[in-house]
């Protein structure tokens, strides 16, 4: 993954950070409010965000920022309406666009509805819509290549998607974008040209897992995702630079939750392990008074990034919030800014 590694050279890698509650909407929550776990009010994945809970996307909005993003944000889940990917709930909490669109098994579910979301409709439209969903509803846990063909796959869809929207960024005011892949997740689908790209490489075992050769092939995906992700990423930046804004962004990289990839013969996340409540984070500040090559080893939260991303904008919130902002720990300082961490 060389240009997360390029991240991590350039900025600070937080080693402990972990997801406040490891379920895709709730962490979502968590994020978007600033708020732990008990006070988000989206307890599991069937309740939509709260768009009366005040976010840090709508105090930026609020203080002139143009507020954006794609791919999965999990806002409304229970709803399974995306609408054209601009939707009511998006709008209430203070973005000024987007683009959301379904994770994996959402757009499943909503196609099965005859109602799919942004993602499906594209893939309906290109007469894959139906190979896809007998796909992905047949699988289980293989590692067998999608059908689809790369520009499909969701993942470089969702990068396409956000090339494209790095291109009409505001030149006259400063603004927010999240982007939001489908993976690395479950199920294990990846492209035959992922799939060709891993297939004789072998990562380390599970722990105390029963059945680490047939682990393998599930790992072996995993990777396959994360280094595709890598490379959009890669591709966003460039456009980043293209656009002479790269010296004036910061840029975060991060995760909702974590997954078990077969320790103690789980899957999935949502447990009390390591494997599902640890999250990767880098944040990339070298242009902004970042101090490079760092690891910042005290526990974080996901949430700490809402109160960075106002404090990087010189934000004060208006609300009341759990998140604890980072810039100092990625500005050099090692005090704690957390004693432990809650999930």
């Known amino acids: 993954a060389p240009n997360l590694r390029a991240m991590m050279d350039r900025g600070t890698t937080f080693s402990n950070a972990y997801s406040p509650a490891p379920v895709c909407a709730p962490a979502r929550a968590c994020l978007a409010s600033g708020r732990r776990y008990r006070k988000c009010r989206v ?14 996307y709508g105090a930026l909005r609020k203080n002139g920022y143009y507020v954006t993003g794609t791919g999965k944000f999990d806002l409304n889940k229970a709803d399974l309406d995306w609408g054209d990917g601009f939707h009511d709930v998006m709008r209430r ?49 293989r590692d067998i290549p999608t059908p689809l063909p790369p520009e499909l796959y969701a993942d470089n869809w969702i990068g396409a998607k956000s090339k494209a929207l790095i291109g009409q960024m505001p030149g006259n005011q400063p ?12 199920p294990w689908d990846v492209t035959v040209d992922m799939k060709e ?17 047939k ?53 999935g996340k949502s447990k009390p392990e390591q494997g599902s409540i640890h999250i990767p984070m880098v944040i990339d500040a070298s242009h902004l008074g970042g101090k490079p090559g760092r690891c910042y080893t005290s526990p974080v939260e996901l949430e ?7 404090d990087y904008a010189g934000v004060e919130p208006e609300f009341q919030m759990d998140a604890v902002s980072l810039k ?16």
Request: aromatic share 10%; hydrophobic share 40%; with cysteine.
């Open 43 to 56: 307890y599991q994945n069937n309740v939509n965000y709260d768009p009366a809970l005040p976010s840090f």
């Open 93 to 141: 909490m203070g973005f000024s666009s987007a683009y959301d669109s379904e994770g994996k098994m959402d757009a499943i579910w909503a196609a099965m509805q005859e109602k799919p979301g942004p993602y499906g409709k594209m893939l309906e439209q290109a007469g894959w819509l139906e190979a896809h969903k007998n796909d992905m509803m047949t699988r289980g846990g």
């Open 175 to 186: 603004w927010f974008m999240q982007i939001n892949f489908s993976g690395p997740h479950d």
């Open 197 to 213: 790209a891993v297939k004789n490489r072998r990562f380390p075992d599970a722990a105390d897992c029963t059945i680490t050769e």
């Open 215 to 267: 682990n393998q092939g599930v790992r072996q995906n995993y990777a396959a995702m994360i280094e595709n992700i890598d490379r959009i990423i890669g591709e966003c930046i460039g456009e980043l630079e293209a656009r002479g804004m790269l010296e004036n962004t910061l840029i975060v990289y991060g995760a909702d939750h974590g997954e078990m990839m077969g320790d103690h013969d789980l899957y």
């Open 304 to 310: 700490d990034l809402a109160a960075t991303f106002l």
């Open 328 to 343: 100092k720990a990625v500005e050099g300082s090692d005090e704690k800014v957390r004693q432990f961490a809650v999930s």
